[in-house]
């Protein structure tokens, strides 16, 4: 195992993180996938942000969904116009506050960020995984996390935390590393996804698997991108992302630039202008297979799968305390789906806060910066600061 | 004009409509449009079932939706297996009643089951339209619906009928053409479509013109068929008509002929059976360019386009009473967008029975065979018997 540029980044405590520099840890050893596959080594991109504590007990681990990476916060000093993901949470004197904690944001395996995934060399081969990169699930993520934590020397985290896909970790976390966290916190998330979410899910990948430029996913070699399935698989993600109520009001029935129909097949209706670019920009910059085997990771968490049905059951070793937020006009992981988490743990007298914020925008809500919503995760964070000292 | 074959089917009285025949009537002057272009002649497919009265009063117009036809109800004559799409709806001593009414199903211009469209020859190349056929919209059907209403001798429908864009066409009737029809007839309709409706048709559109074997729409003569971004399309409209609850009761989590999950990008789920499959089956029979048109007319239909977004004001000089349904888990068009219309309506002073059906099959309930809504629309239709008396 060797780290490279292991250290915190300090600057910038007035008006956010700052700088930060991307770091890269490399592991020799075989890693065991659920799948019954096997990686021969592997490697973890990832960020920090504040210090570690001398009890390496201020440690927050905050995981990403389908497109974001390890760039949670702050500034690329390679790329400073590239703000993290999630940097109106995260930062001095933010709801996760790195004045207290010591925030680790890292990618996961499969994707196309710096971590070991489809465009990283298949050591059998001597060329990229492509199609051949193993499927990999939310368990392979966490037990990737958990050896990184390792690494960096922190046997428990004050907190593990992400929403949507993101909060699928920080439930297996605490399902499969009981003893190693404090807190959960699960937002916008859900115990498993409906039959609708998958469907969703396998158009998108239907989009990208026929695509002739998919080429079966060795398409590098190729010298090809599948853009056009990419982009569509974006755009219905997109849709799904944004309530009915916020579309309608962002854009309506308003026609791009345009005083009448065009009575041909571009562009009418600044819905479809939006689409367009969306689906465009994340075509250029997201690969095709890890869209695939991320889709899959969704899929096919079921923490129940192993107890009949039974979320309780599955939940029955858990001892961290839970915040679980979900979101009114969330129409993809609705409140509903929080309330069995939440149900779920109460079976098991476990401790948990559960908040439904009434916001607007859907599922991206966990996004966005919404007072309600981030002055409970700071409350909430006040707390788990109590319990680190 | 000529006609074919223009006669009634009086088969099957006790067991449903029998055997039916398609009948086609060609116009032979030019056609405009509301794009400004014009067609130079065109032709219409169309069924009819049960008998003209001697006043010619009895008439009920159905409209079909997106990938329906004229073949409303009945089996054909070539294709016994083909059963009409409302068969459980119209039909000797069915809710529309063919012992009383005369009903004509009609295929509607640039669809793609016999009427002018795409796949039509245009006579100005001698070549099939296909990219090259002009847009068309719900006013343009029912112009040439009208059209279809002269040559039949019929002046003033008992009825138009039609759920869905069927629905839009009813409503455009009785805008267009106050004076001939008593009865609109909407079901599972909307007055216009939301950013969220035009998100998932532009989604499809763009999987179908991205698909290098549309080639423009010309893909005729290079002999190819897009057929893969069609399914993608149909597998898009699918999960719309669908409600949530429907598709986790019908197929919830349940894994395809398989006990544990595959871990590669086969078929896991049902549900992704069950789409693949009817992706697959369109795209076997479908037009691709009749599905970008009619998802076109689906996102310009907008009455209150001409009175500045006032639907009630497009609804002043409506003369006919309404009947119009929603169904509770229809999330494509729900029951918000139908008190749209009768509010509308009601500010006019019109009559309108408006039945929220609480039905769990989501869109596709106007399809299905209901007590509680087929019941509705019998009574409704009794009403309408009354007044051609």
């Given amino acids: 195992m060797t780290t490279k540029a292991i250290h915190s980044n300090a600057a910038g405590h007035e008006a956010g993180i700052g700088l930060v ?22 490697q973890l991109a990832f960020e920090t942000y504040g210090s570690l504590n001398a009890e390496k007990s201020n440690a927050v681990l905050i995981c990403h969904a389908l497109n974001a990476s390890h760039h949670v916060a702050g500034q690329r000093t390679d790329t400073p116009a590239d703000i ?6 995260v930062g001095p004197g933010k709801p996760v506050d790195t004045n207290v904690f010591f925030v680790i944001g890292v990618n996961n395996l499969g994707s196309c960020f710096g971590s070991t995934g489809p465009t990283s060399l298949n050591p059998l081969t001597g060329e990229p995984y492509g199609g051949d990169f193993p499927v990999v699930t939310v368990e392979d993520w966490v037990h990737a996390q958990a050896q990184l934590a390792d690494a960096l020397g922190i046997k428990r985290f004050a907190a593990v935390m992400g929403g949507s896909l993101g909060g699928m970790q920080a439930m297996q976390w605490a399902i499969s590393y009981p003893k190693r966290l404090a807190h959960a916190v699960v937002i916008a998330s859900t115990p498993r996804l409906s039959a609708q979410n998958i469907a969703f899910n396998e158009v998108a990948r239907r989009a990208i698997i026929t695509d002739p430029d998919f080429c079966d996913g060795h398409f590098y070699k190729e010298n090809k991108i599948p853009k056009r399935g990419l982009a569509v698989a974006r755009m219905i993600g997109h849709i799904t992302y944004l309530s009915d109520d916020d579309m309608a009001q962002k854009f309506g029935r308003s026609l791009r630039k345009r005083e009448d129909y065009s009575y041909d097949f571009g562009v009418d209706f600044e819905i479809e202008s939006y689409l367009r670019y969306q689906g465009e920009k994340f075509s250029s910059y997201f690969d095709a297979n890890s869209y695939l085997l991320i889709t899959k990771a969704l899929d096919y968490f079921d923490p129940s799968l192993k107890t009949q049905g039974n979320l309780a059951h599955a939940f029955a070793r858990v001892e961290s305390e839970f915040l679980v937020v979900s979101f009114s006009t969330d129409w993809r992981f609705p409140p509903e789906r929080s309330h069995e988490i939440v149900t779920a743990l109460m079976q098991n007298n476990r401790r948990v806060v559960y908040a439904e914020i009434d916001a607007p925008h859907g599922h991206d809500a966990f996004l966005m910066d919404d007072p309600k919503y981030h002055e409970l995760v700071r409350h909430y964070f006040q707390r788990v600061a109590h319990a680190i000292r």
Same sequence: chains 1, 2.
Avoid: C, P, R, Y
């Fill in 21 to 42: 520099q991307e770091q890269v840890i490399t592991f020799d050893h075989s890693f065991n996938l659920v799948s019954g596959k096997a990686l021969a080594g592997f």
């Fill in 84 to 89: 993290g993901w999630w940097d109106n949470m």
